[in-house]
Each structure stands twice: as C-alpha cells, then as structure tokens.
Nanobody, 118 residues
C-alpha cells in the first residue's frame, strides 16, 4: 500500500526557517518525480518545487533563492528546506510523487499546515 507521510509543519515567524519531510513507502520512490505543492486559502494548489530521478530541480519563482528541495533515495525521503519565510508562504503543503505520464496526478501526502505569522 502506498503512503506518503509528511512531517515538519507548524507556526513560524516571518524571516524564520522550517524543514518539511516526506517519506514514501509502498512504491519505487527513486524512479518517481517527487515534489512539494501548496494550497493557500481561496487559491488553487500550486507547485512549489520538484525534483526528477536525475536530480533536475524546478522551483516556483516565488520561492527561488529561499527554498531548497532535496531527496534521499536510499531512505525514500523528500525534504523542503524553507528559509526567510514570508506570510504569503502560509498554506497547506503537500508531498507528491508522480511519473512522467501527464494524465496521472500521482500519489499525494496528507498535507501539513505551514503558518508564517508574528
């Protein structure tokens, strides 16, 4: 059975840092494109960053230079290091694992709330 288990959400002050983690089980984690999406209140879910099996990385313009995505295939782990957090980063963050098939959205984590507020 496929699981993507997330951890690391919470409340952070503006300018602070937080790391999200996601562990995948029940599928061949290393061959998938894995990434982080977020959904803010009243907004559509958007891609934050993803990383391919060849370690090609993409970031949303809004997080470039502040967030770093990484993967550890030996332990089926995905990370998102978030620095210089801003109130507009407040959202529910979702871990995702997908193939190159554009018709399949992939597997999703359960979501974790990140709130940036003073």
């Amino acid at each position: 059975q496929v699981h993507l288990v997330q951890s690391g959400g919470g409340l952070t002050e503006p300018g602070g840092s937080r790391t999200l983690s996601c562990q995948g089980t029940g599928f061949s984690f290393s061959i998938y494109i894995v990434g982080w999406y977020r959904e803010a209140p009243g907004k559509q879910r958007e891609l934050v960053a993803d990383i391919t099996r060849a370690n090609v990385i993409s970031y949303a313009d809004s997080v470039k230079g502040r967030f770093t995505i990484s993967r550890d295939n030996d332990n089926n782990m995905l990370y998102l290091q978030m620095n210089n957090l801003k109130p507009e980063d407040t959202a529910v963050y979702y871990c995702n694992a997908r193939s190159t098939n554009p018709d399949w959205q992939g597997y999703w984590g359960h979501g974790t709330q990140v709130t940036v507020s003073s």
